[in-house]
């Protein structure tokens, strides 16, 4: 199996499993009781949130843990508005946010907040003028996304945290795919609240952070106990809580010689599909890019029969259209950057891990080739494009 789909969720790291077993089955303490036992588990949860604190330039009181990035994103937007609503009810974000982030907006558009959308350019970067424009007296919060998961394209965070600041507003990012992959600092960004989950970085899956910088009025987010400083109730997910600390400590310590290997990969990779497949283009930034990310549009394909073909050649990979699989909707970030319909349709997103090898890109290149002049040799659609280049 070739698996190269990363950006979707990720394998969690053997050693991030050995830190978590003894956490179910020796130190099963609830973390809020006074007996030793107990303490264990607080005291392995302290550590997992300075790591995680270190690793962002914050302080471990600024770490909320979460069950993943769509809580976390949730909390962010729900939790601001309510607090600062007396100022204001006007929130801008971008049209290439991710669901957790777009379908709570629209919640909260029910309830009496403006949402302003930014757009996107064709590489999928927001504008920095467009959004200093945007700013209005009553603008409580800036979210715009660190890097988008399906193009993979990295937004000028610093930049956006600037400007967030000189208009005193506050600014939220999803990093759920920057994180643990590209360094990043909260002070240097002005970074006021930040969105991560473990199972995009070699971590479980359900649980994750919310960053927010102390002094941000934030309301709970779930009530009940006096977890999380009173503010996310729960007992805490303590094999969880460890994992995540664990792939983070595990990220921060490999981030160099992961992202040095995955773009050689990825360039690599890139370049076969350009130079050997005619009518394709890569979609999102050349180099303000994850290192992991490819995503290609190939004209008179259909994504979806591009999957289940890879799939029955041990290859995952995921379309734009694969979030939201059983919808036909084409992925509205494929549509933010300027693509038609149908070049939405015909989308294919490849995310390396690590692991990716080049004899994987080799083997990958020459399906995906194989692939696409199979299904072209099918549609009726090419037929005629070829027609009419004949008649040209
Ligand atoms: C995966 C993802 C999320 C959701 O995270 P979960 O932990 O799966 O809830 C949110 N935002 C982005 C950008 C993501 O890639």
Sequence with gaps: MIYLDNAATTKTA???????????SEYYGNASTIYSLGAESKKAMDHARRTIADSLGAKPEEIYFTAGGSESDNWALKATAEAYASKGKHIITTKIEHHAILHTCEYLEKRGFEITYLNVDRDGLISLDELKAAIRPDTILISVMFANNEIGTIEPIAEI???AKEHGVLFHTDAVQAYAQVPINVDEMHIDMLSASGHKLNGPKGIGFLYIRKGVKIRSFVHGGAQERSRRAGTENIPGIVGLGAAVERAMRIMDSKTRKEIELRDYLIGRLENEIPHCWLNGHRTKRLPNNINFSFLFIEGESMLIMLDMKGICAS??????????????????????????HGSLRLTLSEDST??????VAEEVKKIVQRLRDMSPLYEDFLKSQKNN
């Design 161 to 163: 945290g600037e400007i």
């Design 319 to 344: 379309s734009g259209s694969a979030c939201t699989s059983g919808s036909l909707d084409p992925s509205h970030v494929l549509l933010a950057i300027g693509l038609k319909h149908e070049e939405a």
């Design 358 to 363: 080049k004899e994987e890109m080799d083997i």
């Design 14 to 24: 053997p050693e991030v499993v050995d830190a978590m077993l003894p956490y179910f």
